[in-house]
């Protein structure tokens, strides 16, 4: 592994239906995000952890939750998917702290149908 | 809460040219960053420039510059000698000086022409 990983690439789920998106990275970075990217609306942070065992809610947390058992994995699980939940999702990790860079893996899109 | 704004949602330029992207922020803090990062069709993210609020001094790497105007709360993003390989979505986006969670703007879209 090289960066930042994540699976599925791609996936359509239907409504209803449990989803768990996978975000793996090594570069032993304490800090990972979920983002959500919709056209018109940019990059919407969905839940942080600073640090392996804790997490926070960004700004559209509503319907996701995520984990951070370990520094490497962060999933993020959609208990009941709907259809406004379509969109692409970024996982990034950076080195704690407002100036350091952030690393993105390459995005899962999710359709819910 | 810190918002983003990037008023042009489509930009274009010709091959060799220089062109501005435009972006403002809005906050309460006074030590704080500033990011431009790239999306080009592979989707994959990648940061172009950073400042720090506190540097009066404007961020600049290789052709990409930016103008910093703190007062203003405007972060601006020039490319010169613009080239194809810099067609892509930018990202202008905010960080507080404790955290590292993003803020970002709606996206530019940049075409360059040949």
């Known amino acids: 592994i090289a960066g930042i990983t994540q699976a599925p690439t791609s996936q359509i789920l239907a409504a209803g239906r449990r989803m768990t998106l996978r975000c793996t990275q090594d570069m032993r970075h304490n800090a990972m995000y979920w983002y959500r990217q919709d056209l018109g609306l940019g990059l919407r942070l969905i839940h942080y952890s600073n640090t392996a065992g804790t997490t926070g809610k960004g700004e559209v947390p509503d319907g996701y939750s995520v984990s951070r058992a370990n520094t490497d994995d962060f999933p993020l699980t959609l208990a009941s998917a709907v259809p406004s939940q379509t969109s692409v999702y970024f996982c990034?990790?950076?080195?704690?702290?407002?100036?350091?860079?952030?690393?993105f893996g390459p995005g899962t899109r999710l359709t819910v149908l | 809460a810190q918002t983003v704004t990037q008023s042009q949602p489509e930009m274009s330029v010709q091959e060799a040219e220089t062109v501005t992207l435009s972006c403002t922020y809005d906050t309460s803090e006074s030590d704080y960053y500033l990011f431009w990062y790239k999306q080009p069709p592979s989707r994959q993210m990648i940061l172009v420039i950073r400042?720090?609020?506190?540097?009066?001094q404007n961020a600049t790497e290789n052709r990409f510059s930016v103008n910093f105007q703190k007062a203003a709360k405007s972060f601006s993003l020039k490319i010169s000698d613009s080239q194809l390989g810099d067609a892509a979505m930018y990202f202008c986006a905010y960080s507080t000086a404790s955290g590292s969670r993003l803020t970002f703007g709606e996206g530019t879209q940049l075409t360059v022409n040949p």
């Open positions: 400042q720090e609020a506190y540097k009066q």
């Open positions: 990034a990790s950076s080195v704690a702290g407002g100036y350091n860079e952030q690393f």
